[in-house]
């Protein structure tokens, strides 16, 4: 452990198995011990969407990831720190992380302006909720400056400006398990410069976070971590500066974070570049990836936790993650369109081998007929299914560590 | 029991006591006893909204009730007897009742061109689900004849021809344990000219849908019972007669139904003149009404079961179900509202006394958050908590009916 070590007694990581940068580890945190590579669940609001933590729980799901964006709006986090703070405020005891509050900038800034979020064709996503407004592409709601980000809200228009010092004052009081330092993200589109220019501003932000967190106190009683996040775009020399400085600083974790390219090639290349600098001793989080080939990817070049809206929204739009076809076929991506005109009458669950409450109870015609006419019980039925998903998967995967047959799990999910 | 009993054995009323009109009786059917009196959820579509059938049995829920108008257009009957009907379609394996569409043809008949609903303050209640379409106040989706109904889909206005024979047929399809059938609702706004005429053609169709029960074949394996609907509208006279006719025929039990007057006093009446001119072997559901007073007076009246959507509509609105104010002081309506901004940091559950997994987990600024994000979850939990709310309410009349102290819980929850 590192000198953070010393700062937070509750948190150690233990490297238990490793095949080239692939690793087994437990990842000890206040809230109990999360075994990676491990899938981390979005609940952006505090809650996984359409599920309770009861349910959230029986789907195997060690950790969650809330969005400090969203609950700094509504409900505010000074509400959570009066209900005693995230877990208790959503009656989930096993690990929290939150964000800092960065990416949803750039999501509501450069995201927009360019029309680009993460990857090229994840954003906007989902449509605004209900008397919630969205940028138009080409209108900035985001100002960055050397001290922090203007911003406006997407709910009501309303001002607020978003600094280091404020993000983690705000996490302070959302008191997740695991924090991020404040960033700005670039976008596919910021040249090199402009990408160098950020990068480094956000390392000054990186330090004004470990600053900012070093001088607060954790309100609940238990301590935090503060991951930093690596930037740099998809320039391989950059990332590999950013893995550096913020290897080197005294963060608990690393993640990685921002514009990850534009392929999966891209993608490796930036997880390879960066990996490569980065102390083994801390954990590290990959942002934002979750389709089935990223997540083993990662995991091969030595990501241990991984987080996405991907698995839960499709599974609200009805997509249900499956590795193989009926006929046998591998689905290319690994999901099957419960809301397809051929699963009317099929009175055979998602996926016969799955143990998840879906597939034990309901059939894909059920589920068809939920999703078609809009009932919420089939998003419900769905997210618990592709949760569940993940979960195996990346059981899967660190028995595979251990077994010391990780390469041929990688080649038997992704072929050649 | 009456004939019927012998071409339905798994069904049988057993009577253990009585209160003048009130009774607590054992309902038996062929999936399972349901003790009345009792609650039955609503569940239109197939899914009593936002819950599964897991959650439901969790609530104690005994029965639901399922729309045949809104199955026979999505998915069809034919789908849901292919899947083994709708026991096995929503893995509810408790018993099931099916209306016979006749309300919902109300609902789009006289119900638009009147502008009222069962009772005239709660139609059209919820906004049509997306992509559905309503009928506007004036223009009727409707046209009843001698020989049955005429009306177009409100999903996509095609074309339909509803008569006691297909609402049996669909009812066959669906299997619920208890059917109903085919009726006309009238309006409040219907003369007793038209009212009684309405009423002889329901008289009618009652002995066409008996020919068509007795007909056909229960389509699983397993008896269904037929329930005849008493019309007669808020007229003593025609209520009476609607009574006699309809009980003497060789139903297996007896529905209440179409417009119960305007007031809760117009309700007992109607209530009083049909229970009067029942037969005292069949169970009696009464339609449509879920409120608290609605159900008490209900119960004191001789009605057994009771379906009604208020329960989890409030919910879905963030209507909690309570009998006091945190004050003390009853609450009017017998029900909170989550959303309001008093409830923004309070950590109480709904109720501190209530044994349900919302109140057993979650606070009140958790829900109030949720309800106000418009995230499920928050009318996942409100839904669970306002079921059992009712099923407990239900409990405690059946103690209090089995230890001769009904009129005390009466008098109690309702005053004087």
């Known amino acids: ?23 087994l580890t437990t990842w000890t945190t206040p809230h109990g011990v999360i075994q990676t590579p ?3 669940a979005v609940g952006t609001r505090a809650t996984v969407k359409t599920v309770s933590s009861e349910q959230l729980a029986e789907t195997g799901t060690q950790v969650i ?15 959570v720190a009066s209900q005693g703070g995230l877990h208790r405020f959503m009656n989930w005891d096993r690990p929290i992380m939150t964000d800092s509050g960065g990416f949803q900038v750039f999501s509501l800034g450069a995201g927009i302006e360019h ?3 993460k990857v090229a064709n994840i954003f906007p996503g989902e449509e605004a909720p209900r008397g919630e407004r969205r940028g138009k592409p080409g209108e900035s709601m985001v100002k960055v400056t050397e001290d922090g980000v203007h911003f406006r809200s997407h709910i009501d228009g309303s001002q607020h400006f978003f600094t280091p010092e ?15 330092a404040f960033d700005e993200c670039t976008s596919p589109l910021h040249d090199e410069a402009y990408t160098r220019g950020s990068m480094e501003r956000t390392h000054r932000w990186a330090e004004r ?18 991951y930093g996040i690596v930037q740099g775009g998809a320039f391989g020399s950059l990332r590999k500066e950013s893995a ?10 690393i993640a990685i974070g921002g514009n990850l390219g534009r392929t999966h090639a891209d993608m490796h290349d930036v997880i390879d570049w960066t990996v490569a600098e980065l102390p083994r001793d801390k954990p590290r989080h990959l942002l934002g990836i979750g389709d089935v080939p990223g997540v083993i990817e990662g995991v091969a070049r030595g990501c241990d936790t991984f987080d996405c809206v991907a698995p839960t929204r499709n599974a609200r739009n009805g997509g249900a993650l499956r590795r193989f076809d009926d006929d046998g076929t591998r689905l290319r991506n690994f999901r099957i369109n419960l809301r397809s005109e051929r699963f009317a009458r099929d009175s055979r669950p998602i996926d016969a081998e799955c143990d998840c409450l879906t597939c034990a109870n309901y059939s894909r015609s059920y589920l068809r007929h939920l999703l078609k006419t809009g009932e919420q019980l089939g998003q419900q039925l769905a997210t618990i299914h592709n949760l569940r998903f993940m979960t195996r998967l990346f059981a899967d995967m660190r028995a595979s560590l251990e077994a010391g047959t990780f390469q041929q799990l990688r080649q038997e999910w992704l072929g050649t």
Request: charged fraction near 25%; glycine fraction near 12%; aromatic fraction near 10%.
């Open 1 to 23: 452990m590192n000198e953070a070590g010393n700062r937070n007694p509750g948190f150690s990581l233990s490297i238990e198995a490793e095949d080239g940068p692939a690793r």
């Open 38 to 40: 491990a899938f981390v």
């Open 65 to 79: 990831f809330n969005n400090t964006y969203h609950l700094y709006l509504r409900p505010g986090s000074e509400t």
């Open 115 to 117: 029309g680009v979020g």
């Open 166 to 180: 404020l993000s983690i004052r705000v996490q302070r009081e959302l008191g997740a398990d695991m924090i991020l």
């Open 209 to 226: 976070s470990l600053k900012a967190f070093r001088e607060s106190e954790a309100l609940h009683g238990y301590p935090q971590a503060l």
């Open 244 to 253: 550096r400085v913020i290897g080197r600083m005294d963060f608990d974790g």
